[in-house]
């Protein structure tokens, strides 16, 4: 037997379920581990959104393929692109110039941008993007120019970055803020001065949030067992009893 007779009887089967007015079947050619590109990119034009979907979830599915659909009429066919492996600067380069900004959103909460991309990012229009970059960027420059934002949204997007130094979160604990100040507390670890100051900060929602939290030091939770607000000092003493 020919050994790429099986292949191309595969193939065949794939066509004609692509093919196939059933969306159950196209579905089926969509998602098959076999499936070729030229089906792919034949099902990439399918008029149902969910076909579609499935074929930017094909983790065989080209960049060619996942440019074309940075511009789909569905949602969440575009929303599905940031995160595929095979989402290469290409791709992300038609991302950053597409007008959805959920979808730039979701690229700048990709784990590794290439600098170029996250550069562009920091001056994108949508303030949910540079904050979503704030929280997720790995470099240095692009992490210490948004924490140091005038808009406060991407400044408590920064807060909420582990890779912040010492000296950010030292800046960011004294942040004008409360939304950021409160952000730094829940997301990322804080120096024994830090959280000191945040046990006695001006906003009772900072001071709760400390108070509540699982991490808090119980010497920080006694302080806050003292607060002048019952419901802050309520939390802190039913956390104190916890531990």
Request: net charge negative; charged share 30%; glycine share 2%.
């Given at each position: 037997?020919?050994?790429?007779s099986?292949?191309?009887?595969?193939?065949?089967?794939?066509?004609?379920?692509?093919?196939?007015?059933?969306?159950?079947?196209?579905?089926?050619?969509?998602?098959?581990?076999?499936?070729?590109?030229?089906?792919?990119?034949?099902?990439?034009a399918?008029?149902?959104?969910?076909?579609?979907?499935?074929?930017?979830?094909?983790?065989?599915?080209?960049?060619?393929?996942l440019?074309?659909?940075?511009?789909?009429?569905?949602?969440?066919?575009?929303?599905?692109?940031?995160?595929?492996?095979?989402?290469?600067?290409?791709?992300?380069r038609?991302?950053?110039?597409?007008?959805?900004?959920t979808?730039?959103?979701?690229?700048?909460?990709?784990?590794?941008?290439?600098?170029?991309?996250?550069?562009?990012?920091?001056?994108?229009?949508?303030?949910?993007?540079?904050?979503?970059?704030?929280?997720?960027?790995t470099?240095?420059?692009?992490?210490?120019?948004?924490?140091?934002?005038?808009?406060?949204?991407?400044?408590?997007?920064?807060?909420?970055?582990?890779?912040?130094?010492?000296?950010?979160?030292?800046?960011?604990?004294?942040?004008?803020?409360?939304l950021?100040?409160?952000?730094?507390?829940?997301f990322?670890?804080?120096a024994?001065?830090?959280l000191?100051?945040?046990?006695?900060?001006r906003?009772?929602?900072?001071?709760?949030?400390?108070?509540?939290?699982?991490?808090?030091?119980?010497?920080?939770?006694e302080?806050?067992?003292?607060?002048?607000?019952?419901?802050?000092?309520?939390?802190?003493?039913?956390?104190?009893?916890?531990?």
């Amino acid at each position: 037997m020919d050994p790429g007779s099986g292949d191309r009887a595969n193939t065949e089967m794939l066509w004609k379920l692509a093919r196939d007015k059933r969306m159950k079947s196209r579905l089926t050619a969509a998602q098959s581990p076999e499936v070729s590109r030229d089906i792919l990119e034949f099902l990439a034009a399918d008029e149902a959104p969910a076909v579609r979907r499935v074929v930017v979830a094909n983790p065989h599915c080209s960049p060619d393929i996942l440019r074309e659909l940075v511009n789909d009429p569905h949602a969440s066919v575009r929303w599905a692109i940031p995160p595929h492996p095979h989402a290469d600067i290409s791709v992300r380069r038609a991302i950053i110039a597409s007008r959805d900004g959920t979808l730039r959103r979701l690229l700048a909460e990709s784990a590794e941008l290439e600098p170029e991309i996250a550069h562009v990012l920091m001056d994108d229009d949508s303030r949910e993007v540079k904050a979503s970059l704030a929280a997720h960027t790995t470099l240095p420059d692009v992490l210490t120019a948004l924490a140091a934002h005038t808009d406060p949204k991407i400044r408590a997007g920064a807060a909420r970055n582990p890779r912040t130094t010492p000296e950010q979160r030292h800046a960011l604990a004294r942040d004008p803020a409360a939304l950021v100040r409160a952000n730094l507390l829940k997301f990322v670890e804080l120096a024994e001065d830090d959280l000191r100051l945040l046990a006695n900060d001006r906003s009772i929602n900072v001071r709760w949030w400390l108070a509540t939290w699982p991490t808090t030091p119980v010497g920080i939770l006694e302080i806050l067992a003292q607060d002048s607000h019952p419901e802050v000092a309520d939390q802190a003493a039913a956390a104190l009893a916890r531990r």
